[in-house]
């Protein structure tokens, strides 16, 4: 708005203008008005001082901030403002839109007041993230907007996580202009795409008298009913609705589509609405898909366009009974047994009335509880693996490739069996480690995301009376409704159970590792990201002892979106300490973490070594002394260092020097860190290079994790030097032509940096390996890690089979650079796989991104083939003769 036309402004108002009120969506705290506020009343004074004015007095002025933090600003609202106006002292810097219970600056609005017209269809949609809802509707409003003469509206409203969490399309359609800017309250069609949705969230509260309801649901019409929540019951009946049902999972999961339910509930949409008549409705469907999935390739097409003949013949309406007799109440959003604060606020955010939360209940320094996605129990997944102790051979795989940290493995003493739940399964734990324990996988139900990847991996196959194998494995996925009750009780039963020792494990097994409790747990990544097992791995070796710097990115997003973070802590409260600052910087802020964390614990070691050599308080110096003697090389040197520094915060809480008094504040800096920056490759490879490379020179002891996705994931896949030539991605439309660079290869130019190439996929152990090397190295590390993700367009169930693919044709070469092989006058490059065995073809043509180049454009496709594969050959001979060379 500035340049300010003060006498533009002024000359644009009546003479009737009596009172004014400027709304900013600003918050200047500390000035004397938000910005507009203070320019349109110098403007007045301005004009009036010169008697340019056409009032004969100053107007009334007030500003108010509105819209906050996107808040919505409804019709009601605004006549709450302009009503505010009509007193005579009308309340000067007001907000609206929150409910301001600690400064009373709010103003109090109806929520009902609507200027709805009744001539305009109001449609919401309720979706499961990536389930396609949202490109679907996008769809349905090109298809309404150009084949009918209505004018259509279409907003979308979803949050940050990226899958499992509720989508909410908002479509209006009519004859006449649409001109409304604000959410739909009240609907006349709304169609619910996942049944669980109905059990936390009371969405039938938006749909009016007599309107139209659609839910996808794993039911018939003839057993849907008996199935609904008392609520839902409630608000079908007393509002006549008409209820139509589909199971739209089923048929597409018979069509191969997945859990994309989209085009099956589009279709149903447009059947019912009946907007557009049906068998044109129809046509104009189809041909959306070729202009939707033109370019993921025919079988795509087809495959949707299936899913429209299908839709139709499987939509049922419902007839109802007359009164709700369900014995079923809706689930709270947490559970009872939750913290207040959990209860209170995070509940109320998580059941989507964060909105409504007053504004005493927020914290005053605003920071938020760890370990608060264990809460949310989202329960997204249709299906969940169930365990078959028999067949099992304990080897921990499934648990380290669960991207969300659901399935855990305990191996603890028989005796604490006495009081487990009659379905707690257990077994002998295998091992001369664990000699006389019992072992158990148990999976935690409701955070299960149904991706998977558990059971893809799982190498052991049941066999059948004859020692034949079959298609069983030791873990099959199963339907979760009839399970959850009963596993819910086995997983609050299996997390009484102890911990296991750590010092019987060995940590360079997955197993071992596998026994580590995750401290990055139900994060809301997609189901199945290749990104979050190496995050939860990173969280199991060192998470008691880690700063984690994140770089903005999917990383930061589900590390840390509100209102639930998955980073928690272990029983005594020791877990990552983490933070997100900007995308561009993550490097420097985490070197700005290494450089405080050294700086205090040099200061802590001087207040111990003052401490030791003034004798001159009661502090016993043999713990001192075996403070500093405490090199903290090993974990258990580690937990006993913490065990000396309890002792001394004891100790020195009862002294008043003034030594004693400073290193109370200090004592838990004499423990080491690890300080871990996290991020993408659009980060380490592009925007935050010239920080990370910067970083790494200064020699300082930080780790680094880069996350490969070979895109910039979180905001829609688009191309950074990492991506390799021939994929298509956002602003590489036609393939990329150029060769992805090799960040690791310019790291170890340094000579003293750690660097690792990995793929859990292909070799977990040596994943481990780069892990527990790069944290001991006392200088830069870094691990480029290949990470699977659903931009790439592949199914997320066997990402680590594109992961081992990726190795096996050369693409990506696994190695570990260590500088201290050198001091042992060693190569310091080693490689950690071998000559290429398989085809890149092989490996490239199972990801869409590389698959629908060669559909659209085979030509180029084959070119950039050729070149991919010269590539591929230089970079192995490349680093053969590197870690070949003579030391
Ligand atoms: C300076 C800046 N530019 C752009 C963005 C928007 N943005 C947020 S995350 C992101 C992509 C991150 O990609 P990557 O680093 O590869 O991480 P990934 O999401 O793949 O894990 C972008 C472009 C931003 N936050 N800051
Ligand atoms: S299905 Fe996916 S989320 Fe669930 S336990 Fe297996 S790997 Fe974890
Ligand atoms: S991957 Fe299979 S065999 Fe291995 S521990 Fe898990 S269930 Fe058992
Ligand atoms: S990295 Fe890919 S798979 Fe993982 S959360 Fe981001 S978009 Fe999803």
Redesign the pocket.
């Known amino acids: 708005f500035r340049p300010f036309a003060a006498e533009k402004m002024v000359e644009a108002l009546p003479a009737s203008v009596k009172a004014i009120a400027v709304l900013d969506r600003t918050k200047e705290p500390g000035s004397l008005g938000e910005p507009l506020y203070e320019d349109v009343r110098t403007a007045l004074g301005e004009v009036m001082s010169m008697d340019k004015s056409k009032f004969s007095s100053y107007p009334k002025v007030v500003g108010g901030r509105y819209g906050l933090g996107s808040a919505e600003f409804t019709p009601g609202m605004a006549k709450a403002v302009l009503d505010n106006l009509k007193n005579q002292s009308p309340k000067n810097h007001f907000t609206i839109g929150i409910n301001d219970d600690v400064a009373f600056t709010s103003l109090d609005w109806d929520n009902s007041w609507s200027l709805e017209s009744e001539k305009v269809h109001r449609a919401l949609f309720y979706g499961l993230g990536s389930d396609g809802t949202v490109g679907a509707n996008h769809n349905s409003i090109r298809i309404i907007g150009e084949a009918t003469d209505n004018y259509a509206q279409g907003y979308f409203v979803y949050d940050s996580k990226k899958a499992g969490t509720m989508t909410t399309s908002l479509l209006r359609f009519g004859k006449q202009k649409i001109k409304s800017t604000y959410l739909i309250h009240k609907a006349n069609f709304l169609a619910c795409h996942k049944f669980s949705f109905l059990e936390k969230y009371d969405i039938l509260d938006n749909l009016e008298q007599g309107g139209t309801f659609l839910l996808a649901a794993p039911f018939d019409k003839a057993h849907v009913w008996e199935q609904l929540p008392k609520r839902v019951q409630q608000h079908i009946i007393g509002k006549k609705l008409k209820f139509y049902v589909i199971d739209a999972l089923s048929v597409a999961e018979k069509l191969g589509l997945g859990g994309r339910i989209n085009t099956i509930m589009q279709t149903a949409f447009f059947k019912i609405s009946g907007i557009i008549p049906e068998e044109e409705a129809l046509k104009l469907i189809n041909e959306s898909i070729v202009h939707s999935y033109g370019k993921k390739g025919k079988e795509i097409v087809e495959r949707n366009m299936k899913a429209v003949e299908a839709a139709a013949a499987h939509l049922e309406k419902v007839d109802y009974p007359a009164s709700a007799a369900s014995t079923q109440e809706m689930m709270p959003s947490v559970p009872g047994t939750a913290p207040a604060f959990v209860k209170d606020v995070l509940g109320e955010i998580i059941a989507g009335r964060g909105t409504e939360l007053p504004v005493s209940k927020m914290p005053d320094d605003g920071t938020f509880p760890t370990g608060t996605t264990k809460y949310e129990k989202r329960n997204i997944a249709e299906y969940i693996p169930v365990?078959d102790p028999e067949?099992?051979?304990?080897?921990?795989?499934?648990?380290a490739v669960c991207p969300h940290a659901v399935?855990r493995?305990k191996a603890y003493k028989p005796e604490l069996l006495k009081n487990a739940p009659a379905s707690f399964k257990s077994t002998g734990a295998k091992g001369k480690e664990f000699e006389g324990l019992k072992f158990t996988?148990q999976v935690a139900p409701e955070d299960c995301t149904g991706c998977a990847t558990?059971v893809h991996?799982?190498?052991?196959f049941k066999k059948n009376e004859a020692g034949e194998k079959t298609d069983r494995?030791?873990?099959n996925m199963e339907e979760q409704i009839p399970l959850r009750d009963q596993e819910v009780i086995n997983w609050e039963f299996f997390l009484t159970l102890p911990q296991v020792d750590r010092s019987l494990l060995k940590l360079t097994t997955t197993k071992g590792t596998q026994f580590l409790e995750p401290l990055f747990e139900f994060s809301g990544a997609c189901a199945g990201c290749g990104e979050t097992p190496y995050v939860k791995l990173l969280s199991q070796l060192f998470g008691d002892r880690a700063i984690i710097a994140n770089a903005t990115g999917c990383s930061s997003i589900y590390g840390g979106n509100l209102p639930t973070t998955p980073y928690t802590a272990r029983a005594d409260g020791r877990g990552p300490a983490w933070s997100n600052s900007l995308f561009e910087d993550a490097a420097e802020f985490g070197l700005g973490m290494r450089l405080t964390s050294d700086k205090l614990s040099e200061y802590a070691g001087e207040l111990v070594q003052r401490l030791i050599e003034s004798k001159k308080c009661s502090v016993d110096t043999a713990l001192l002394e075996n403070i500093k003697a405490n090199g903290q090389k090993t974990w258990e040197d580690i937990e006993k260092q913490r065990g000396l520094t309890d002792q001394l915060k004891k100790s020195i809480a009862a002294c008043s020097c003034g030594e004693c008094s400073e290193l109370l504040s200090l004592t838990d800096h004499l423990i080491r860190r690890a300080v871990w920056v996290l991020g993408g490759d659009g980060w380490a490879y592009d925007i935050g290079y010239g920080g990370l490379d910067h970083v790494l020179a200064t020699g300082r002891n930080v780790n680094v994790l880069v996350l490969d996705t070979e895109v910039y994931s979180n905001t829609g896949g688009q191309m950074s030097k990492a991506t390799p030539v021939g994929a298509i991605a956002k602003f590489a439309a036609g393939g990329k032509s150029l060769r992805k660079k090799d960040l690791g290869l310019m790291c170890m130019s340094y000579g003293y940096v750690y660097v690792a190439r990995i793929a859990l996929g292909f070799n977990r152990t040596q994943t481990i390996k780069a892990f527990l090397e790069a944290e001991s190295y006392n200088g830069p590390s870094i691990i480029i890690a290949y990470s699977h993700c659903i931009n790439q367009g592949i199914n997320m169930t066997r990402g680590l089979d594109q992961q081992k693919a990726a190795v096996t044709s050369g693409m990506w070469p696994l190695y570990r650079y260590n500088p201290e092989l050198t001091a042992e006058g060693k190569n310091p490059l080693v490689m950690d796989s071998k000559e290429p065995t398989t085809e890149v073809a092989d490996y490239i043509y199972k990801e869409t991104r590389f698959k629908s180049l060669k559909e659209m454009n085979p030509a180029r496709a084959e070119t950039l083939l050729a070149q991919l594969k010269k590539d591929v050959d230089m970079q192995y001979k490349q680093y053969k003769y590197l870690a070949e060379r003579p030391f």
């Open positions: 365990w067949t099992c051979i304990q080897c921990g795989d499934c648990s399935i493995l996988i558990c991996v799982c190498p052991a494995k030791a873990i």
